[in-house]
């Protein structure tokens, strides 16, 4: 029934931009923080920004001023605006959802994606 599906990875050149975006259903959307988060391989999962319902932002600090993160609540979707992307940016990417902003600060989600693949070149 829960479903969070994210999509918009891919493969750009350093200092490129994606836009990656994560449909939610079968959630009470307003009830939920929303937040991304990635990990590559052999390494831990790693937040990287979440938002509240009303707009309010949290962000890792190495990628704040690149990276915005924002959310269409009649839509159901939250979306990470990534620019100036570089190698270390490398990793799958995967949304997830929790009632508060502190719970997905330490990486725990009640629902998580299933992930996208954001690969930068150098």
């Known amino acids: 029934q829960v479903q969070l599906v994210e999509s918009g990875g891919g493969l750009v050149q350093a200092g490129g931009s994606l836009r990656l975006s994560c449909a939610a259903s079968g959630i009470t959307f307003s009830n939920n923080v929303m937040g991304w988060f990635r990990q590559a391989p052999g390494k831990e999962r790693e937040f990287v920004a979440a938002v509240t319902w009303s707009g309010n932002t949290y962000y890792t600090e190495s990628v704040k001023g690149r990276f915005t993160i924002s959310r269409d609540n009649a839509k159901k979707t939250v979306f990470l605006q990534m620019n100036g992307l570089e190698p270390e940016d490398t990793a799958v990417y995967y949304c997830?959802?929790?009632?508060?902003?502190?719970?997905?600060?330490?990486?725990?989600?009640?629902?998580w994606g299933q992930g996208t693949q954001v690969t930068v070149s150098s």
């Open positions: 997830a959802a929790n009632l508060r902003t502190s719970q997905l600060q330490r990486n725990e989600g009640r629902y």
